[in-house]
C-alpha cells in the first residue's frame, strides 16, 4: 500500500467526506453529514476542558492515498500527552488496510509534532469491523468488558519517536465527544 498521507481538514474537504456519512454503516455508527461539519465548529471553537481532562488541541486531519481522501480523523490532545481520537473510513476503502494504516499515520504525526505518549478510544462492542481496525493498527483493550457506556477502550502507546509502541474504523475516547460508535459524535458532548 502506498503511504498514507495526512493534511488537516477544512472547510473545502466538506465535499470529498460529506458523502462518506450517506453510508448506512458510517450513519449507523457515527451519525450523518453534520458529523464532519460539526467537527470543524469544533476545531475552531475547541472546549478548554473535557470530562476533567484539559484540552491542549483538537484537530480534524484527512488521510490520503495518491492525494485521494480516504479516512478523517478527529484528535483531541491533552496536557498529559495523552490524544484521545475517533475515525471513519471512505466506504470504498474499508477492509483494505486503510483504517490502521491511517491510526499509524496519526499515531507518528502526533507523536513527533505533538509529544503525544498514547493514543486511546473505544469501540462499541458490537462494532467488529472498528475493533478489528483497531487491533490492526496495535491497540490493546484496556479491559474486556464493556464501560458503562458500552466500549471497549482501547490505547496504542507511542515512543518518543513516533513509532508503535509494543502495547499498542474507528474509535471514540471515553474523554472525546459521545458517539455511538467507534468513533467519536462532535456534535453530542460527553
Given at each position: 500500500?502506498?503511504?498514507?498521507?495526512?493534511?488537516?481538514f477544512t472547510?473545502?474537504?466538506?465535499?470529498a467526506?460529506?458523502?462518506?456519512?450517506?453510508d448506512a454503516?458510517?450513519?449507523r455508527?457515527?451519525?450523518?453529514?453534520?458529523w464532519p461539519?460539526?467537527?470543524?465548529?469544533?476545531?475552531?471553537?475547541?472546549?478548554?476542558?473535557?470530562?476533567?481532562?484539559?484540552?491542549?488541541?483538537?484537530?480534524?486531519?484527512?488521510?490520503?492515498?495518491?492525494?485521494?481522501?480516504?479516512a478523517?480523523?478527529?484528535?483531541e490532545?491533552?496536557?498529559?500527552?495523552?490524544?484521545?481520537?475517533?475515525?471513519?473510513?471512505a466506504?470504498?476503502?474499508?477492509?483494505?488496510?486503510?483504517?490502521?494504516?491511517?491510526?499509524?499515520?496519526?499515531?507518528?504525526?502526533l507523536?513527533?509534532?505533538r509529544?503525544?505518549?498514547?493514543?486511546?478510544?473505544?469501540?462499541?462492542?458490537?462494532?467488529?469491523?472498528?475493533?478489528r481496525c483497531?487491533k490492526?493498527a496495535?491497540?490493546?483493550?484496556?479491559?474486556?468488558?464493556?464501560?458503562?457506556?458500552?466500549?471497549?477502550?482501547?490505547?496504542?502507546?507511542?515512543?518518543?519517536?513516533?513509532?508503535?509502541?509494543?502495547?499498542?474504523s474507528?474509535?471514540?475516547?471515553?474523554?472525546t465527544?459521545?458517539g455511538?460508535?467507534?468513533?467519536?459524535?462532535?456534535?453530542r458532548?460527553?
Amino acid at each position: 500500500m502506498t503511504p498514507i498521507g495526512l493534511r488537516p481538514f477544512t472547510p473545502d474537504l466538506l465535499g470529498a467526506v460529506g458523502p462518506w456519512f450517506d453510508d448506512a454503516e458510517t450513519f449507523r455508527w457515527l451519525g450523518g453529514r453534520d458529523w464532519p461539519e460539526n467537527l470543524l465548529r469544533l476545531i475552531a471553537d475547541p472546549p478548554q476542558a473535557h470530562r476533567g481532562s484539559t484540552v491542549r488541541e483538537r484537530a480534524g486531519w484527512v488521510a490520503t492515498l495518491d492525494d485521494e481522501p480516504v479516512a478523517l480523523i478527529h484528535t483531541e490532545v491533552y496536557v498529559d500527552g495523552t490524544a484521545a481520537l475517533s475515525l471513519v473510513v471512505a466506504p470504498a476503502q474499508r477492509r483494505r488496510g486503510v483504517g490502521a494504516a491511517a491510526l499509524a499515520a496519526i499515531g507518528v504525526l502526533l507523536a513527533r509534532t505533538r509529544g503525544v505518549d498514547a493514543l486511546i478510544g473505544g469501540v462499541e462492542l458490537h462494532n467488529e469491523a472498528s475493533h478489528r481496525c483497531v487491533k490492526a493498527a496495535g491497540f490493546v483493550a484496556v479491559a474486556d468488558d464493556p464501560d458503562e457506556e458500552g466500549f471497549i477502550n482501547y490505547v496504542l502507546r507511542l515512543d518518543p519517536a513516533g513509532a508503535r509502541g509494543a502495547s499498542g474504523s474507528a474509535l471514540r475516547s471515553s474523554r472525546t465527544p459521545a458517539g455511538r460508535s467507534s468513533a467519536s459524535r462532535p456534535d453530542r458532548p460527553r
